[in-house]
């Protein structure tokens, strides 16, 4: 069926709701490519609503009122068939003995960085990471003490803070400035933020929860600053993978000699691939010698240096030439944007959402219906019967907004549009 019809067939349904797993009357099937793939987002039935209960969903475990959860951030998509098969070829060797990392594992990293986003890293800089969150909470043990000031930009993914004081440090607000509907740094405020107990910025590259893509300027700019007053950059680059609209992902340490000196790059496949589930899957990217062997003795150090199988092969698998399935994701995405955007611009709710340009995360900006964030997230949850992501726990700058998770069939993301509307209709 073609997505046009498809929307139209999901549209007259209204509200009737597509989650969680084991609804009586959905229909679930095989996820499969198509034989005759008319546009590249048909290449793969993301049509498809999937069956997700007994899988111990973190997702869906929150929905215990028949809710659709459009909060945490993995989608209902089935992951890349290519990854899945190498994933299944391995576990049919039978043996799931001790397994170090092999130079495949780098090699696919270096080839995938070269051939996505135009950087092309030495191999000696490369190396596994225990997961992302897992591994900027390291480097912030190995390169900053108690007490010592790390910045961040919010509003940001909400672990930065809640792992930088969990580990005794001060989480320092560097907020974003929203001028005419875009996000930009404070740079100058950060240069009149960092003191001697200033040892690191988190960065987040692209930006969780705005979907934004760093310009080379303002990365530029920003490794300079740092460089002048000994921060360290850590950079944050899960969903880099996911550039929308035929646009690129800039990795910092890509920027220049200044951000290679800096910074620390820590990315994986588990966004774009649908991999959030193998949770040590992750690898870092480390210019600077001095800094990469101190990182990397600590995971050494820590017992956190050895990559599990299913990392290996998964990595492995989802950074080969061929890019259909992915590019296919995409289209699918932008497709639901251009939903949401379509029917925010068709009814008049008091809600906008802000275009992402990577990811599959919608920032909805709800500030003009002036309502207070408990009312803002209850009338989500208890009238449209949707979870999204609380924007007041993105910190400074957040109140007034929630954050979308559109990773999911048309005919979800309908629905809850049309609960949506029925929630905050005038």
């Known amino acids: 069926m073609k997505r046009r019809a498809f929307l139209k067939g999901a549209a007259a349904a209204g509200a009737a709701a597509l989650v969680p797993a084991g609804v009586a009357g959905t229909a679930f099937t095989a996820c499969r490519p198509r034989e005759a793939a008319g546009d590249a987002a048909e290449g793969w039935d993301f049509d498809e609503v999937i069956d997700r209960s007994g899988t111990w969903s973190i997702k869906y475990g929150r929905a215990t009122n028949g809710e659709t959860p459009m909060w945490i951030a993995d989608m209902d998509f089935r992951t890349d068939p290519y990854v899945r098969a190498a994933l299944r070829t391995r576990l049919d060797r039978d043996v799931l003995g001790y397994t170090s990392t092999p130079q495949a594992f780098i090699d696919a990293i270096a080839a995938w960085e070269r051939q996505a986003h135009g950087y092309a890293p030495e191999k000696e800089w490369i190396g596994y990471a225990p997961g992302v969150i897992t591994s900027i909470n390291q480097a912030c043990l190995t390169f900053t003490e108690p007490g010592d000031r790390i910045i961040i930009q919010p ?89 929308l609209y035929g646009r690129r992902h800039t990795p910092f340490c890509s920027i220049s000699e200044t951000a290679a000196r800096v910074g620390l790059i820590f990315a994986g496949p588990t966004k774009a691939f649908n991999l959030a589930g193998l949770s040590g899957t992750a690898f870092c990217i480390i210019p600077d010698k001095e800094k990469r062997e101190k ?56 809600i906008k959402p802000l275009r992402p340009e990577a990811s599959f995360l919608v920032w909805l900006d709800c500030r003009a219906l002036g309502l207070p964030q408990d009312e803002l997230m209850d009338t989500f949850r208890n009238q449209a019967k949707i979870i999204p992501s609380n924007g007041a726990s993105y910190g400074t700058g957040g109140e007034g907004f929630v954050r979308l998770n559109i990773g999911c069939p048309a005919s979800v993301l309908t629905a809850a549009l049309s609960r949506i509307r029925m929630a905050f209709g005038k």
Not at 180 to 195: K, T
Not at 201 to 218: A, F, T, Y
């Open 295 to 350: 990182y990397l003795g600590a995971l050494r150090n820590a017992k956190l240096d050895e990559a599990p199988i299913p990392t290996i092969e998964a990595t492995i698998a989802a950074y080969r030439k061929d890019t259909a399935w992915l590019e296919s994701l995409k289209r699918y995405i932008e497709g639901n944007i251009a939903l949401v955007e379509q029917f925010f611009a068709d009814n008049d709710l008091g």
């Open 155 to 243: 509003p940001v993914y909400d672990h930065f803070r809640l792992y930088i004081e969990r580990l005794g440090r001060v989480a320092v607000d560097n907020p974003l400035i929203l001028e005419n509907g875009r996000y930009r740094m404070d740079l100058e405020g950060l240069e009149r933020l960092i003191d001697s107990r200033t040892k690191a910025l988190v960065l987040c590259n692209p930006h969780n929860p705005i979907g934004l893509l760093w310009d080379r300027e303002s990365l530029a700019r920003l490794a300079e600053i740092c460089d002048r007053h000994g921060v360290i950059v850590i950079s944050d680059e899960i969903h880099g993978d996911l550039a």
